[in-house]
């Protein structure tokens, strides 16, 4: 019996679609930590936004981790929040929130954080 190569191929560029990018794991906006799933944290609170009378959907988001955005809304008053706290730069020059970031960050983002704020 003879034996006969492989015949070569027209195209050599498969036809197979490409496997697609993996994605990095979300980052929270506040304290810099991969974590599986972020939160929308509304910089002006709902409630405040609609006192306004602005929909939910039209406030500005950005998002956080969970213990993160547990942290805040703990920490500060929806009137903190609707007024001093209102954008993510007036969040990282808060003092408080420089700290509860600093501790945060040393936490492993698999963990469950509870964020404890004021009593």
């Not at 003879?2 to 990095?24: D, I, K, V």
Request: net charge positive; hydrophobic share 35%; aromatic share 6%.
């Amino acid at each position: 019996m003879h034996y006969a190569p492989p015949m070569a191929r027209r195209n050599s560029q498969s036809t197979w679609p490409e496997a697609p990018a993996a994605e990095a794991p979300p980052t929270c906006a506040l304290c810099g930590r991969e974590v599986p799933e972020l939160v929308q944290h509304h910089l002006v609170p709902i409630i405040a936004g609609k006192r306004k009378g602005l929909r939910p959907q039209d406030l500005p988001t950005v998002g956080l981790c969970p213990a993160c955005q547990q942290y805040l809304h703990s920490t500060f008053s929806i009137n903190e929040l609707a007024t001093e706290l209102n954008t993510l730069e007036a969040l990282e020059q808060n003092e408080q929130v420089q700290k509860f970031v600093k501790w945060v960050r040393k936490q492993p983002a698999t963990k469950g954080v509870k964020a404890k704020g004021r009593e």
